[in-house]
């Protein structure tokens, strides 16, 4: 299970003074869904959506686009939003201060033919693009760490765009968020 909960943030951790909205790409195929696969340092394994940070001035539009160029080498056509979360998350540092995140995950479409490969700037630590089924997300590690339960409970029919607030509990591994 991954270190996430959605009660209250903790007080007690310092928190970044902004708010970073990322935005993330649900490409499904059939019964499977595109992540990225990253390795860490210490040699552990975990899995993301394709998509990052938005740039001031930039649309969250422009920004998945430019972010699945990125990391996919690929264009994606952006259908409808799915899921607005905030989270926050725990920043690896010393000492330990949250970052405010809000995550807007769209469903997207990616050409049929596409091969999964690394576009022509990767995220640190991406070392793979694939394709995983649907039915193996809860067996995976995520960055960030609601993914596994929001994805692994993941049906076509939304019921409502807000998730609502996830907390991350312990520090992670360096996310780029």
């Not at 209250?8 to 195929?29: C, F, G, H, S, W």
């Not at 690394?118 to 760490?145: C, S």
Request: some cysteine; proline content about 6%.
């Amino acid at each position: 299970m991954n270190s996430v909960h959605m009660n209250n943030r903790k007080a007690e951790m310092p928190l970044l003074p902004d708010i970073r909205n990322t935005v993330r790409a649900v490409i499904l195929q059939g019964d499977h869904i595109l992540l990225l696969k990253k390795v860490y340092e210490d040699g552990s394994t975990c899995f993301a959506l394709p998509g990052g940070g938005q740039i001031v001035g930039e649309t969250l539009d422009a920004a998945l686009l430019r972010e699945c160029l990125e990391e996919l080498g690929a264009q994606v056509q952006i259908g409808e939003l799915l899921k607005v979360v905030d989270f926050f998350k725990v920043k690896s540092q010393e000492p330990p201060i949250q970052r405010h995140l809000v995550d807007f995950l769209f469903l997207c479409q990616i050409d049929k033919s596409y091969e999964p490969q690394n576009g022509p700037a990767p995220d640190k630590h991406q070392v793979a693009v694939q394709w995983v089924a649907l039915d193996a997300i809860r067996e995976l590690t995520f960055t960030p760490g609601y993914l596994s339960d929001y994805l692994g409970n993941f049906k076509l029919k939304t019921n409502g765009a807000r998730l609502g607030a996830c907390y991350d509990v312990s520090p992670a591994k360096n996310y780029s968020g």
